[in-house]
Each structure stands twice: as structure tokens, then as C-alpha cells.
């Protein structure tokens, strides 16, 4: 009964018993079969009347005939590409609650990944990361004497420094481990140092009776065991007053001139291998009790007033903001993840209010909104599959994209309502398509190949651009081709055409063609003159960065309070320290950083960076070494000690005149600096047995072994062979930096330090190295997109003519770029003078525009082009067609793509405002040169009296 039930369902009859269901079956064969042979017929004409089409044409067909399954299918492999590219299989299910994409983790924001891959400054960078930290976490700690100066606490108060000290135990709780377990290297404060100096006596003490010979040999104790720790207000004070003054002004600071030290930095050096991400959430979590909510006005009052009620009640006497290299990559690159979740929604809703603007439809919003949808899912699906490095430059994808796509779709449309003298909708559409297909294909592949020279940069963010860009176009063409048809067609979508109002416009370009001309060719001369006057290529990586972050802000006041904020490091190559006789103490110290004769230098060059009595250094530079240390720890009294006592009287036994010369030398030593007592020690007086070594020897060993692992994970190499120097200089633009920089390394050259040592690299080198990469990039990129669309013009056109004046408008345009760029850096100055939001200097986002134009820009002359290929290229009716016909278009076009650009406006970083801004102008002068340069050269150079036309691909003489 159940099967009689269902097949009654399927045959539209009455149920029947079961005698009845033989019936049944054979009714829905005869049914079948009558619909098969409908559907045959229905086939056999479909063949017949497309067998004489273009291949072209046969897919136009089949798009129009499977119109719902093609859009729903391109709907589907979008969506699926998304999730599985963009979100990640391993996100899919919880991606509803916490909306985690992979393609967040691909986001990086540290300058390195744009070096090329055999750079040498990154060489020197990867072999610096073998031994010692490269990246770090900085804290800015702050008294409320910076903020009330009636308050009086110090940096050094103990309590300051306590709590300073609960941190740096918290995160550096191995400090044995170089970075293993808890993924810190070093910490470096005044903090640090104060518990080192208070240290000192007891750590030296254990290093003489290690460095003794025999039966008096003992090995450290643990960390845990030394007097490592804050010692009383008295204590702090004197250890305070023997800390060097370069490396005083490094940490601690006097900011508003009163006297009293109100800020200082707690330095945080990462292993190659460390959790990041996980530091630094542990470190947020530490300091939500002693943070204060940052604004670029200072800060927060609501915040401050209850950081205020916890000091008053002694729960915290310190404002700490974490800043540094390390938290300002993780918050760019945060920050760019959710300024993408902005700019898009952003983007779409202008594009769709400039649509209906001059569409008055919400059709055009229908027709153009499936296109972009699947392109931005398609496109960011698949840079989430390549899993390749993306940087803040992914935030111009979406909206350029945006922009560029909607024209395609607008295209079509308008063609289809400019055609409304054909009655049937799918003639009219077919003839929509046909008329603008090429144009848009034309437009689509000379702009993705404009894109695509991106890709021959040596800058991997650049080539990624580069391939978003270009392969975003021909997706956005593509996903167009197969949706927009079916769509407006569905829609039947219409417009008011009213073509007669610029036909004046038109006869304006014949008749001024010259003007327009000359007009144009004296800004070219301007502008040659401006980009070998006015232009510097220069990158401010502090205009990268958003300015209301407080990690920004903090790196900002780090630099103005410190003189620091780029730490720079050098390093050092020597030979390594040997222990030939296998008991545990080094014995040969021949040009390892045990050798006199290399620490000299070292300090020579540290002299010559930081300056000495009477002799300036240099500028906007602070060296540290480990000779810094030497200076800092003084030789205690270890007379005393039972070993010491022990040793010199078997020397006593042996030679009294030796030993007294030994004790006498020995007192007059304690006190003073180790870098004093190294040089006031004779390199030649032997220890005899039970030491049997040199007393220098002896000496150095002791400083090394008293040294700690922390201070000596953060300077030299376990077997002494490496060390490095940092270089701390403030944020500064790269010609000052570069400045800087040249200046270390001539200094280096000079004096020699080590056997070897490299050339400064770090933070600042890096973006000397991708600043002087910029011209040559952007030169080469510039010239490779051109040439693409010039021999892609000439393959579709048959005509080098042709082909050559349709790209003269982007010519212009790659030479206006610099009066363009010149007048932003002078409307910026106007705007604000200390600070301007433009700068008119090539950046790591300007020095793009070139072929970025060239792809954009490319797209108004093919148009012009082909309208003067629909008049067959008469110079005296096409070039006012051309002109009258795409007039309105192009101010359509070019205030769709406009408005989608002005979302980026929204993005709070100063460098990418001014490269949108700067795509916004050009954009105008992209449409202006089209119409009215473009045409005026399309005249002269065809004549009005060669009415015969110009042979090109696919039309007629």
C-alpha cells in the first residue's frame, strides 16, 4: 500500500489497490516518454540555432539558457572556496562563535618579509638569531611624577622597582634556558641591573673559588641561591650611581625636566622560537592592574582616575604600557585583519549609494552585487589556499576590486538599456554582450597584466599584491560574464539615456584638441622637473602604523623621551675561548671576547658611537656592550674568602715576595670598575700552583662566571665566539635613519671590532634596505606593466598605431603621478606643520602607483578606443562619438570607483589615506586624459581627412 500510495503521488491518480498498480505504471511511462520527446524537439532546435555561432557566442547561449544553475553553482564554488581558503576546514565550526579565519594567521606586519630573499641584511639578521634575540618586547613604566609633578616617586623607588621585578620573574622565570622554555632570551632594565649589581658580591665570590685550582674547585650555586633581588633604598641608590651614563639614558628618564627620573623601559629580548602570541596575551593579562587607556590627546580621564584610586590605596605604583617592535607587528597586524572587516562593508554601501544615484533603481544593486560578492569570496579563498605572508597591503584589494568590478557589470547594463529599440530581452541582451564584451575583456586583461607587474618585484608582499590584484580581476570578469547577463536580462533592467546633452562635449575636444595637447604636455615637462627636484623616496614606518593605538603612541613618546624606539644590533665574529687542559676553566683567550685587545676595540667603537669627554658621538645613536657591564661591576672585597686565604698561602710558601705583590695588587683593585682592574693588571703575572694560570686570566674568567646567564644570553655567545652591540636609535623617517646608519658603519669599518663583525642590521637597516629597493621596484614595475599592456593591446588590435596612442593617456598619468605626490606633501604641511597627514615622499605604498594607474587607468582608453572602432577609426565622427558617448559613463564609472576608494579613507593610518588619495586624483586625471587628451591625439594623429579609417582586428577599412 505504501509503494500504491507514492506512485498514485507521481502519477497525479486516484490510489489504487493493488490490482490497479500495473495501470498506474504503465501511465507515467506513456508521461515520460512524451516529455522526453518534448525535450528532444526543444534540443533539436537549440543545435540548430546556435550551430552558426562563435565559440563566444555558443557559451553567451549556454549562460542565458542555465542562467539560475550557472548563478546558483557560481554562488555554491564561491561560498565553498571561501570557507575552506579563507576560513580553513579547521575553523569551520566554530567560526560562527569566534569568526577565527586562517587567513588572520597569514597577516604579518614586520618589515622583514619584504627584504629579498638573498638580501644581506636579512642574512646577517637569520645568523643573529642563532645566538641572541632580534625581536623585543619593550615596557614603559611610569611614575606619577609624570604626571603630577607635585608627586615625587622615583623609577628607582623600591617599591617601583619591585614591581617591575614581579614582571620580568613572571615572564623570565627560566633565565638558564636561553629562551626554551618560557621563549625570553633576555630582560634588560633598572631593575635587572639592580639585582645584578646587588648580586655581585656573592655571584664573584663563587666565581673565585670556581676559577681556583685543586681540591678548592666548587661549582656555582643555583640562580635561585645569589642575593638576586631588590635590596633596601640605600642600597638601590649607591648601585644606582654606578650604571654608566649611556646605558642610564637608555632605560631611564626625566620627562618633564623636574628632576626626577618619572620613566624608564623594561626590555624583553624573544628566542627565534617563542610563542608570541602567547607572551604577549600572558603579559597584557599581567598589566591590566597598572595599564591606563592610551588616546593621542594622553591619557583616558576616566581611566586615569581609576588607575589613581589603586595608587592612592598602594596596590600599584606604576603605569605600564607594553609597546615595542614585537607588540606593534602583532597590532598592525590585528589591526589590519579588522580594518578589512570595516573597509568592505564600507566600500560596498558607497559603490551602492553611488548606483542608485545615478541609476535610480535598486536593480543596478541586484545586477552588481552578485559579481563582487563572489569575487572578494573567490579571491580571498584563494589566498587563503597559497597560506602566502599578507601584509597591510591586503587591505587595497576589496576595495579597488570593488570599484573596478562594478564597472564591468554597469557596463553591460547600460548597454542593455541603451539598446531599447529591440523588443525581445534575450536578442537585446545577446547584443549588449556582444557590443561591450570586448571592451570589458580588453579592460579586464590589460588591467589584471598592469596588476601583474607587481609580481616581478623582489618583494614578496609586493608580488602577493600583485597576484590578488590581477587574479581578482579576471575572477571579478569572469563571475561578471557568467551572472550579470542572466541578471539584467531577468530584471530587464532600464535607464533613461539622454545622450544629446554631451554631444557638446564632443565638439569641445575637436575644437581644442591642440590646447588640450600642449596643456598636457607642459604638465609632462612639469612633472619631469619635479620628480628630479622634489621627489626623496622616503618611508616613515610610524606612518604605516595607526596613530590612536597606544602601542603606537608609546613608541612615539618612546622616541622623543629615550632618543630610542629602533634597536639596531651588530654582530661581532671572534674566535672562541678554549679550556685545553680539561679543567673547566678557559685557557686560551686569543682573539675571543676574553681578549683585552677586542674589548678595547669594542669600546673604541661604543666611543665613537656614544661619544666620550670632549668628543661628540653620534647623533641619534646609544651603543651598549658588554663592555658597559665591565665598567659597571666593581671588584669586590672577596680578601676575605676562605679559598682566596687558602691559595695565597701555598703561594706564600713558595715565593712570600710573589704573594705580597698578589695581595697588594689584588687590594688595590677592589673597588674599581673590572674594565679598570683589566687594564691595571700585568698580562704577564702567572698565578703558580694551585691557580697556574695568568692573573688576567683569572680575572676575566671570574667576570664571565660572575656574569649570569640572563646578562650573558643577552651579549656574547656561550664559547665567547660572537657578541653583538646594540644600537638604539629614535624613530625617525629612513633618510634620517640611512643618515645613521652610513655613520655606525663607517665607524665599524674604522675600528675594527672582533675578527669580524657585520654591518649594523636590525630594525632600522631593514628599512634602509627596503627604501633604497623602492625606486628601482617601482621603476621596473612601472615599465614591465606598461610594455604588458602595450603588446596586449597590440595582439587584440593588429595595430602598432593603435595599440601605441591608446596607452599615451597612461604615459601621461605615470608622469603626473609626481606633481600629484609633490602637491599632497605641500597640502599636508598647510593642513598641520609639525605633524602633516601627507608627506609627498615615495613610500612603501606610493611607490606602487605607477602600475596600479596603469591598470586602472588603462580602462578609459579602451573605451574611447573602441568607440572609435565602432566609427572604424574616421578620425572626424569617431572622436566626437567617442567623446559624447562615454562622457557620462566615465563620471559614472569613475564616482562609482571613487566612492568604493573612500572607504579605505577610513583606515586610521596616514601612509594608506595618502596613497588612496593620491589613486582618487590620479583616477580623475585617468577619465579626464581619456576623453579629452586621448581624443585630441586620436584627431591629430588620424586626420580628418583620412576617411578611409584604420585597419584593425575584427572590423573593416
Not at 564554488?77 to 588572520?104: D, Y
Not at 625581536?135 to 603630577?148: A, P
Amino acid at each position: 500500500l505504501m509503494g500504491d500510495r507514492v506512485l498514485a503521488v507521481l502519477t497525479g491518480t486516484q490510489p489504487r489497490v493493488k490490482r490497479g498498480i500495473v495501470k498506474g505504471v504503465k501511465e507515467f511511462l506513456a508521461r515520460g516518454k512524451g516529455s522526453l520527446e518534448r525535450l528532444d524537439k526543444l534540443e533539436e532546435e537549440y543545435s540548430q540555432r546556435v550551430g552558426g555561432l562563435s565559440p563566444t557566442e555558443k557559451v553567451m547561449e549556454l549562460i542565458l539558457r542555465y542562467s539560475k544553475t550557472i548563478i546558483a553553482l557560481t554562488l555554491v564554488f564561491s561560498i565553498i572556496l571561501f570557507a575552506v581558503g579563507a576560513v580553513g576546514t579547521e575553523n569551520l565550526k566554530s567560526f560562527a562563535k569566534e569568526r577565527k579565519l586562517r587567513l588572520r594567521e597569514n597577516i604579518r606586519a614586520d618589515f622583514e618579509v619584504y627584504l629579498p630573499q638573498n638580501d644581506p641584511t636579512g642574512k646577517v639578521l637569520e645568523e643573529m638569531r642563532e645566538d641572541f634575540s632580534t625581536d623585543l618586547i619593550i615596557i614603559y613604566v611610569e611614575t606619577y611624577n609624570r604626571y603630577d609633578p607635585v608627586d615625587v616617586t622615583n623609577v628607582t623607588n623600591v617599591d617601583v622597582l619591585n614591581e617591575m621585578s614581579a614582571i620580568e620573574e613572571a615572564l623570565n622565570f627560566n633565565k638558564t634556558d636561553r629562551g626554551a622554555e618560557d621563549g625570553i632570551i633576555f630582560v634588560l632594565s633598572i631593575s635587572t641591573i639592580i639585582k645584578y649589581l646587588n648580586s655581585t658580591p656573592e655571584t664573584i665570590s663563587q666565581a673565585v673559588e670556581n676559577e681556583l685550582k685543586g681540591g678548592l674547585l666548587e661549582r656555582f650555586n643555583p640562580l635561585n641561591e645569589w642575593n638576586y633581588s631588590i635590596p633596601n633604598q640605600t642600597t638601590v641608590d649607591q648601585l644606582f650611581r654606578r650604571i654608566p651614563p649611556s646605558t642610564l639614558n637608555s632605560i631611564v628618564a626625566d620627562s618633564n625636566g623636574d628632576g626626577i627620573y618619572d620613566s624608564t623601559l623594561i626590555m624583553i629580548g624573544l628566542s627565534q622560537k617563542a610563542d608570541r602570541k602567547a607572551i604577549l596575551n600572558k603579559l597584557y593579562s599581567m598589566l591590566k592592574p597598572y595599564e591606563v587607556e592610551m588616546t593621542v590627546d594622553g591619557p583616558e580621564k576616566e581611566s586615569m582616575e581609576r588607575w589613581k584610586e589603586r595608587y592612592e590605596r598602594g596596590e600599584v605604583h606604576t603605569v605600564m604600557t607594553p609597546t615595542g617592535p614585537t607588540p606593534m607587528m602583532e597590532t598592525i597586524s590585528g589591526r589590519t585583519y579588522s580594518e578589512m572587516e570595516r573597509v568592505v562593508p564600507l566600500a560596498l554601501v558607497f559603490v551602492f549609494i553611488a548606483l542608485f544615484a545615478f541609476h535610480r533603481t535598486w536593480k543596478i544593486i541586484a545586477i552588481t552585487m552578485v559579481p563582487i560578492l563572489t569575487t572578494l569570496l573567490i579571491i580571498f579563498g584563494i589566498l587563503g589556499i597559497t597560506n602566502w605572508v599578507l601584509t597591510p597591503q591586503v587591505v587595497l584589494i576589496a576595495p579597488v576590486l570593488i570599484a573596478l568590478g562594478v564597472a564591468y557589470g554597469i557596463y553591460i547594463a547600460n548597454r542593455y538599456a541603451e539598446e531599447s529599440q529591440i523588443e525581445d530581452k534575450e536578442e537585446r541582451i545577446r547584443r549588449a554582450v556582444k557590443t561591450t564584451g570586448r571592451a570589458i575583456f580588453l579592460s579586464a586583461t590589460t588591467t589584471a597584466f598592469g596588476f601583474a607587474s607587481l609580481m616581478t618585484v623582489n618583494m614578496v608582499p609586493m608580488r602577493v599584491l600583485g597576484f590578488g590584484l590581477s587574479v581578482g580581476i579576471m575572477v571579478s570578469w569572469t563571475v561578471t560574464m557568467l551572472t550579470v547577463p542572466s541578471l539584467v536580462r531577468a530584471l530587464d533592467y532600464q535607464k533613461k539615456v539622454e545622450s544629446k546633452q554631451w554631444e557638446r562635449l564632443g565638439k569641445m575636444v575637436v575644437r581644442n584638441r591642440r590646447r588640450f595637447l600642449a596643456g598636457a604636455i607642459a604638465v609632462l615637462i612639469f612633472s619631469v622637473v619635479i620628480l628630479s627636484t622634489s621627489i626623496v623616496v622616503n618611508m616613515d614606518y610610524m606612518a604605516m602604523s595607526p596613530p590612536d593605538e597606544p602601542v603606537i603612541l608609546k613608541m612615539r613618546e618612546q622616541s622623543e623621551v629615550f632618543n630610542s624606539g629602533q634597536m639596531n644590533l651588530l654582530l661581532i665574529r671572534c674566535a672562541p675561548a678554549r679550556d685545553t687542559d680539561g679543567d673547566g676553566r678557559d685557557d686560551i683567550l686569543t682573539d675571543s671576547m676574553k681578549d683585552l685587545s677586542i674589548l678595547d676595540r669594542i669600546d673604541a667603537l661604543e666611543s665613537r658611537v656614544n661619544g666620550e669627554a670632549g668628543v661628540e658621538g653620534i647623533e641619534n645613536a646609544t651603543a651598549i656592550s658588554v663592555v658597559d657591564i665591565l665598567k659597571m661591576v666593581e671588584v669586590p672585597d672577596f680578601t676575605n674568602n676562605s679559598a682566596y686565604q687558602e691559595v695565597m698561602d701555598r703561594i706564600r710558601e713558595v715565593n712570600e715576595t710573589l704573594a705580597y705583590y698578589i695581595e697588594t695588587l689584588v687590594s688595590s683593585l677592589v673597588g674599581r670598575s673590572f674594565w679598570v682592574a683589566l687594564h691595571k693588571i700585568p698580562q704577564d703575572l702567572y698565578l703558580p700552583f694551585p691557580v697556574q694560570e695568568d692573573l688576567y686570566t683569572f680575572m676575566i674568567n671570574v667576570f664571565y662566571n660572575s656574569l649570569g646567564p640572563e646578562f650573558l644570553s643577552m651579549l656574547v655567545k656561550e664559547d665567547y665566539s660572537k657578541s653583538v652591540m646594540y644600537v638604539m636609535m629614535p624613530n625617525m623617517d629612513v633618510v634620517a635613519t640611512e643618515k645613521v646608519v652610513n655613520e655606525v658603519n663607517r665607524a665599524i669599518e674604522e675600528t675594527k671590532p672582533g675578527i669580524s663583525a657585520t654591518e649594523l642590521s636590525g630594525f632600522g637597516p631593514v628599512l634602509v634596505a627596503i627604501n633604497n629597493l623602492l625606486l628601482e621596484n617601482s621603476v621596473l614595475s612601472t615599465a614591465i606593466s606598461y610594455f604588458s599592456v602595450l603588446l596586449l593591446l597590440y595582439v587584440f588590435y593588429r595595430n602598432r598605431k593603435i595599440a601605441m596612442i591608446t596607452t599615451i593617456p597612461i604615459i601621461f598619468i605615470i608622469f603626473w603621478q609626481y606633481p600629484v605626490i609633490w602637491f599632497l606633501g605641500k597640502l599636508g604641511g598647510w593642513i598641520n606643520p609639525t605633524n602633516p597627514p601627507f608627506t609627498g615622499e615615495l613610500n612603501l605604498f606610493t611607490a606602487i602607483i605607477g602600475s596600479i594607474m596603469i591598470g586602472i587607468g588603462i580602462d578609459f582608453s579602451i573605451h574611447i578606443t573602441e568607440r572609435m572602432r565602432e566609427k572604424r577609426f574616421h578620425a572626424e565622427v569617431g572622436v566626437p562619438y567617442a567623446a559624447s558617448t562615454s562622457g557620462m559613463a566615465f563620471i559614472e564609472a569613475t564616482v562609482t570607483m571613487l566612492m568604493g576608494l573612500m572607504a579605505v579613507m577610513a583606515v586610521n593610518i596616514p601612509s594608506i589615506r595618502e596613497f588612496i588619495l593620491l589613486i582618487m586624483i590620479l583616477l580623475v586625471i585617468a577619465a579626464y586624459s581619456a576623453i579629452f587628451v586621448l581624443g585630441s591625439v586620436y584627431y591629430i594623429v588620424l586626420g580628418k581627412k583620412r576617411r578611409g579609417g584604420v585597419r584593425v582586428e575584427g572590423g573593416e577599412r
